[in-house]
């Protein structure tokens, strides 16, 4: 395995990639009670218009597919992949991004077992049309949920506002009208071309042995059988610089209102983006071995894997320019304060006056 030791908080992170392309990570916590375990396939809301595995022609999948797989993933064997982890005395969830799906687990007893469950549960999808269907109601009544949040309308909102072409301004769960329109088949199709071992990423940190963690992680998927893995081809987002909608206003019944000021920061992002898919293309690994003139071999930082560090620093002090951060937002609460007035003051301020 290899070892990543981080010197300040004096933790060692493991990684390995299994043989089907399955990047393990395993952070040992000694002393810790719980045991927290996420699995996690690049597989999210935007991810809509792709090749499907062993097809050639793109296509346009319903929108809010990802957020109704993950609903459909709990099905296991006739049961509720939560009740098998109750039954181990641990609890589960899972989560649908822009561009993520993520399952996970805590427990204080049984980890290795839960790891597997984890594993078992995500890697083998059991759905029939009924089931589908059935679900559609529960999702559906999900959405609704949503739209009377306003919370979640006035965040969603401003997301839609910044966007002119890109999918992530479309709803995580969709529309009660997509929804309805999902079938079995472009389920299966969807968790076929994504949930392959080689486009996930298991992390499991808390009270567990690396070696033993990661030989039972070996072992369980050494028993199953999967294709050899192949470029997952998805459809390049094209998104303008400037924003969609400069402001809007929704009427709702609230105690007290609510505004979003958002920013649009592309190129940060698309770098960072470029630089993650470098990174993962060099091999991933945080570590290289690097020979010096004298001949000497040492293990080195990954340029890649710096590279998005550096870009990450470059996101948080543009965030800190703005007055995004806790430090200006404490600038702007604070009139008093003898500093330059941030971007995001001189924004709030234009609201003030109008």
């Known amino acids: 395995m290899e070892k990543l030791y981080f010197k300040t908080l004096k933790e060692t992170l493991y990684h390995e990639t299994m043989d089907n392309g399955l990047e393990v990570f395993l952070l040992p916590k000694p002393g810790f009670e719980k045991t927290y375990g996420l699995f996690t396939t690049k597989f999210g809301a935007i991810d809509t218009t792709f090749v499907p595995i062993n097809q050639d022609e793109m296509i346009k999948v319903e929108d809010g597919i990802a957020h109704f797989l993950e609903h459909k993933m709990f099905d296991m064997n006739g049961s509720d992949a939560s009740d098998e982890f109750a039954k181990l005395g641990a609890s589960t969830n899972a989560f649908t991004s822009s561009s993520r799906t993520a399952y996970l687990f805590s427990t204080t007893t049984n980890e290795y077992p839960c790891i597997e469950l984890l594993l078992d549960f995500v890697q083998k999808l059991e759905i029939t049309p009924d089931s589908v269907e059935k679900e559609k109601g529960i ?9 009377d949040d306003p919370d979640w309308r006035v965040y969603f909102g401003s997301i839609q506002n910044l966007y002119c072409n ?13 929804v309805n329109n999902t079938t079995k088949e472009m389920l299966e199709l969807c968790y076929n071309t994504f949930y392959h071992p080689s486009n996930m990423m298991l992390f499991v940190v808390g009270n567990i042995e690396a070696d033993k963690a990661i030989s039972v992680i070996k072992e369980n998927q050494a ?5 050899a893995a192949k470029e997952i081809v998805c459809q390049k987002n094209i998104e303008p610089c400037n924003i969609k909608t400069k402001e809007e206003i929704l009427t709702m019944d609230v105690e007290m209102n609510k505004i979003i000021v958002s920013i649009k920061i592309n190129e940060i992002l698309n770098d960072l983006y470029f630089a993650r898919g470098e990174f993962k293309a060099a091999g991933g690994g945080f570590v290289v071995e690097f020979t010096n003139k004298n001949g000497s071999t040492n293990l080195v930082k990954n340029p890649h ?23 200006g937002l404490k600038k702007i609460r604070d009139k008093k304060a003898k500093t330059k007035t941030s971007k995001l003051d001189s924004i709030l301020s234009n609201f003030d006056e109008e």
Do not use: C, W
């Open 139 to 147: 999702i559906g009544q999900e959405i609704k949920m949503y739209d």
């Open 166 to 178: 890109h999918p992530v301004a479309v709803d995580i769960a969709g529309t009660v009208e997509t």
């Open 305 to 327: 894997y710096q590279v998005i560090a550096d870009l990450s620093d470059r996101a948080l002090k543009y965030l800190n320019e703005l007055g995004l951060t806790p430090t």
């Open 223 to 227: 028993k199953k059988d999967f294709k």
